[in-house]
C-alpha cells in the first residue's frame, strides 16, 4: 500500500494540467516524432517499470499519439499496461526543452504470483492517464503520470525518443 493518498495525486496532476493549458504559448512544438524507451517507477503497486513508446507528427496543431506499453515487476505481482495516450505539445520560447500534458484510457493486467507454487491468477483491469512531461529536443524526457480507475496510481519514467 502507497503512503500516497490515492485521490490527491490525480487532483493535484489536474490541476497542473489545467495550469499548463491556461499558460500555453501560441508558438509551435517540436515534439519528438519517433519510436523510444522508457523505464522509471510506479506507485500502487510499488513497481520498476520499463517499457517502449511511440511519438506520431501531429494529429492537428500541437497534439499528437504518444501510443505505450510498459511492463512492471515487483510487489508481489507484474503489471503490463497498454496506453493509448495523447500529448499536447507546449514549447518553451527559445529553448531547447518542451513541455506536454495529456491523458488517455489504458488496458492494464495484473498478474499475481502465488508463492504456494501455484499459477497464481490474472485480472485484466480498464485504466485512464493524466500526464505532464518535460523534453529535449535532443530526445530525452522525463514524464509523471496519475492513474485512474485501475492504472497505477502514480508513475514517473525517464526515456529517450530516437529521432
Known sequence: MSCIPSLSVPRSLAGAVVAAWILAAAASAEAQVGFGVRAGVSADPDQFVFGAHYNSKP?????????????????????????????????????????????????????????SGDAGHTDTEPGFNLLVGFAHRGGLFA?????????????????????
Request: no cysteine; glycine share 10%.
Open 59 to 115: 494529429l492537428f496543431d500541437h497534439l499528437n499519439f504518444r501510443p505505450n506499453a510498459d511492463v512492471g515487476v515487483g510487489d508481489d505481482r507484474t503489471t503490463f499496461t497498454a496506453n493509448f495516450e495523447f500529448a499536447y505539445w507546449i514549447p518553451i520560447q527559445k529553448k531547447p526543452w518542451s513541455v506536454y500534458v495529456g491523458g488517455g484510457p489504458a488496458l492494464v493486467v495484473y498478474h499475481h504470483g502465488d508463492n
Open 143 to 163: 514524464e509523471v503520470k496519475a492513474g485512474l480507475i485501475d492504472s497505477p496510481a502514480v508513475k514517473f519514467v525517464i526515456g529517450y525518443t530516437f529521432r
